[in-house]
């Protein structure tokens, strides 16, 4: 009981620990760009006009009969994407980025109320969940340049736990979905996702299914002991995200690994999972420190340009003798 | 945000869909050589077929796999409603459509013939018309 709470105490002390304004607010403006472009570019004005018959909804779209309506459907797409344009570039971010959400939640159900689960934008609204009431407009946002002039914060500068915890939740809520991933499938297939031809299948299945034979399934799936290692590569790669949450420099190896794995399922089966792998990459990179070692680049170049000596023409050839 | 954390491993742990908290269920089975799949084709005036290209059509006719995996599920008058959505969609892209046939296949993905599957055994379990809908 005793070891219980102290690991309680030990996980709320590292969720509320103190955090980098800039890197809430750059979650705030990464998130919020890929949530802009998800919502302005999906194809809600055509699912609205789905046939009833053909409508399976899911979660609160179960209390509708079809799809919500065309005009219903263009007020929230417009009202959404405003929201998140003003949300991204800090405008009242505390209002503008839940209100983008609310908006955003419907439309996003449609696309999952055609029979099947779509995963695309759920990592990302769920991620969003922790920053809707947070201070994510402090900095890095039109809101405070106009309330500060044009100064810029520093390292360091007003870093709080309020600026710490929606980042790190965000985290958890990262390392959960890959985790929960692979567990999934350890729970329903157990080591046979692996050692079986599951893989092969899968990439067979999907190549035949496709206009023209995709070579890159093929590759794979003609190759049982490439598909095994392929698949042992994903499950061990899905299994161990929640390391970043002890060991931030896992990301290093996480995030080229998460790019590679939605970048293979994308040529190999033709499913585009950008949204997911964007946002594995906004809350896993550390954006501040990142700004912070830019800086010091620059300013290491701006000194050296200064302090170049003035080229010694004399001795250039086409000096006057 | 406590409470979202907690429902959010709850759902991950046990698989619950409370979307858009989700069990995360990607690709999560087992796939198997031998696999069955639901084939809608149209049936012109001479009696051709054509399989219902879905990927052409609109986004609310992607879910077709799963609306035909369900079919055998449906009312009468709901699976006659699926099928009349199917064909004028085909129409409206300038098919011509007298009937819709629902057929059973199983494929055997492990056997290949050059780059491509053998072709799957087939049977037919369903044509629509417009009288309705007649089990095979």
Known sequence: MRRLEAAARRAGAWLFAPGDPRRLAALRIGLGTVLAVRLATGPYLELARQPAALFRPISFLRLLDAMPPPTVVVVLQVVAVAAAVLATAGVAARATLPLAWVAGLPLVAMTSSIGKVVHNDVLLLLVLVPLLPAPTGDTWSLAARRGRGSARPRAGSGVSPRYGWPVRTATVVVAGAYFFTGLAKLLHAGPAWVTSGNLRWVLYASSDAQAAPNQAALFVADRPWLAHLVALATLALELSFPLVLVRPRAAWVLVPGVLGLHAGIWVAMGLNYWPMAATVVLVLVDWAALADRLGRYNHFFRLKKSHRPTPDTSMSPSAPG | ?136
């Not at chain 2, 796939?31 to 084939?39: E, G």
């Not at chain 2, 290209?53 to 992607?62: K, M, N, Q, V, Y």
């Not at chain 2, 079919?71 to 300038?94: H, I, S």
């Open chain 2, 1 to 136: 945000m406590a409470a979202f954390l907690a429902v959010f491993v709850v759902c991950g742990v046990f698989g619950l869909e409370a979307w858009p908290l989700t069990g995360w269920r990607l690709f999560a089975d087992a796939r198997q050589p031998v696999q069955v799949v639901w084939q809608a084709v149209t049936v012109d005036a001479a009696g051709h077929e054509a399989p219902v290209a879905f990927g052409d059509l609109p986004a609310g006719f992607h879910g077709n796999v799963q609306v035909l995996k369900g079919f055998a599920g449906l009312a009468a008058a709901e699976q006659a409603a699926v099928c009349r959505a199917w064909a004028d969609a085909v129409r409206a892209r300038g098919g011509q459509v007298e009937a819709v046939r629902i057929y059973h296949t199983v494929t055997d993905v492990s056997r290949r013939v050059g780059k491509r599957g053998a072709p799957p055994a087939r049977e037919l379990r369903w044509t629509c018309t417009e009288a309705g809908v007649a089990p095979a």
